[in-house]
């Protein structure tokens, strides 16, 4: 290639590093602007390791081909897609920083297939008119939680946003100082009361709260009652607070409406799978609560999304409100949406085709075999510096949800097997695997890293990608 040889200390210029086979390669591969863009940028590397070197040239590699090979590495980690799929071995089954719900196949497809082609998102395929877009869901959601009438946006931050944006703008917001939570620093009650612009009344105290704190409360300027589930935390010892009915009774004799945030907000009575029940959105519809807001991406196992179902007078006021357009879902998750909902019309399957649900309900033994089955794998991929061994652990749901209850399950814990320089180590070993081309989120237990296999579906794939975490090891 050209005169074949590589004088030190002179860098070829981009035409004569674009004749490089790897270069007609690479423009193939990635267009050519992106290549000149990278060869000039590696040549400037190359410039500038040179001009460190001060006098020893020689050892700068700066041939076309080298200066090529460095301009391909740079255009492959460009190509890398930022939104990079993750091995989620946290033990957390919702990690709102991993994505939260795994989609079910069926809400996939329905989504794929929104993408693809054009669909009756606003129009009535019966008369030939225009339609609404929540009409997609509608009677789905009401069939599924016993309520009049449904609407969905973007997700439930929006849903409670809206909610009460339209009842409570320039009026009373009454709700416990026991439910002013915090669900990660991005939502905060109180904030979001004050941004839809209502006028937060507090009553009773932090741990307990009676019903004459909200009689008490209520007057000519309260726009609603909001009861909001705690979600991630929970008030235990001498505490109190008002039961759904009860406020619903009170909220109906005083005439003004109760929403009830319901946060996870679960569709089936989780009993059946093994956990604690949790209040079903059916159970809080039907103690009485006028509307009831919940996330699409928590227990429900769907994608992102706010519900909110209740009584129909009310569903048609915040349809009405111009902020709803503001907050409306896309077509993409719509169709993912009703796909997942229609799950629920065969509970008796759930568990097989919500991957959330059949996360959750996976049995301990089940998750231990599968750990005796990939530990020589793990233990090839890290030994002989650290070892591995098989180990019970605790899962826990996530995301708000049940978050006292921990779901017994099994992993692999990856310890160092030096006498020093532990913590180090660990750090390296943590680093590595979320190297891998498919990166490994585990968790540190106990100066161990754990890798809790319930969200393990792919073992297969899993096993191939550790394979890299050999090799990266033998070159460093
Ligand atoms: C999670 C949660 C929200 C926010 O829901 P997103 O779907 O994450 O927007 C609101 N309220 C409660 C009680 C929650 O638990």
Redesign the pocket.
């Known amino acids: 290639m050209g005169d074949g040889r590589t004088i030190p200390g002179r860098i070829p210029s981009v035409d004569e590093i674009l004749k490089t086979a790897a270069a007609v390669d690479a423009i193939d591969r990635f267009g050519r602007p992106s290549v000149v863009d990278a060869i000039r940028r590696s040549a400037e590397d190359v410039r500038a390791s040179l001009a460190k070197a001060n006098g020893h040239a020689a050892s700068v590699k700066s041939s076309a081909e080298s200066i090529m090979t460095s301009a391909v590495a740079r255009l492959e980690r460009q190509a890398e897609p930022n939104a990079r799929p993750v091995f989620n071995l946290t033990g957390t089954i919702l990690h709102?920083n991993l994505g939260?719900a795994i989609l079910a196949e069926a809400a996939i497809e329905a989504a794929t297939r929104a993408m693809r082609e054009a669909m009756a998102l606003e129009f009535d395929l019966a008369e030939g008119r225009r339609g609404e877009r929540d009409g997609l869901v509608r009677d789905l959601l009401c069939e599924l939680t016993g309520a009049e009438d449904a609407t969905v946006v973007?997700?439930?931050?929006?849903?409670?946003l809206l909610a009460l944006n339209t009842f409570g703008r320039a009026r009373d917001v009454i709700i416990s100082r026991g439910e002013l939570?915090e669900?990660?620093g991005s939502?905060r009650?109180p904030e979001?009361m004050a941004r839809a612009g209502t006028r937060l009344v507090e009553v009773g105290t932090t741990n307990r709260t009676h019903e004459k704190d909200y009689a008490a409360a209520i007057g000519p300027k309260t726009g609603l009652i909001l009861k909001?589930?705690?979600?991630?935390y929970r008030i235990e010892g001498f505490s109190k607070s008002v039961s759904g009915k009860a406020l619903a009774e009170l909220a109906h004799a005083r005439q003004v409406p109760l929403i009830n945030?319901?946060?996870?907000?679960t569709l089936v009575d989780l009993a059946r799978y093994g956990l604690v029940h949790e209040q079903t959105v059916a159970e809080a519809v039907a103690e009485g609560a006028d509307l009831v807001?919940?996330?699409?991406?928590?227990l429900l196992g769907g994608p992102?999304?706010?519900f909110i179902v209740g009584r129909k007078e009310l569903i048609a006021k915040l349809n009405k409100n111009p902020m709803k357009r503001a907050l409306r879902m896309d077509k993409i998750r719509l169709a993912a949406v009703e796909a997942t909902l229609r799950l629920y019309r065969d509970p008796d399957r759930l568990a097989e085709r919500l991957p959330t649900l059949r996360m959750m309900a996976r049995p301990r033994q089940d998750i231990e075999t599968q750990a005796a089955r990939i530990l020589p794998a793990i233990t090839a991929a890290v030994a002989p510096r650290y070892s591995a061994s098989v180990t019970p652990c605790a899962s826990q749901i996530g995301?708000?949800?049940l978050p006292l209850e921990t779901i017994p399950s099994a992993g692999i814990a990856i310890g160092f097997a030096g006498p020093r320089g532990r913590g180090r180590a660990l750090a390296e070993l943590v680093t590595a695997f979320r190297q891998l081309p498919m990166p490994v989120i585990g968790r540190i237990e106990d100066d161990t890293f754990v890798l809790d296999l319930r969200c393990l579906e792919d073992e297969a794939g899993f096993v191939r990608n550790l394979a890299q975490l050999r090799r990266g090891g033998d070159s460093q």
Do not use: E, P
């Open positions: 709102t939260r973007n997700n439930n931050a929006a849903a409670v939570i669900i990660g939502f009650m979001i909001v589930h705690t979600s991630n945030d319901l946060g996870s907000g807001t919940f996330s699409g991406d928590k992102q999304a706010g995301s708000g949800a």
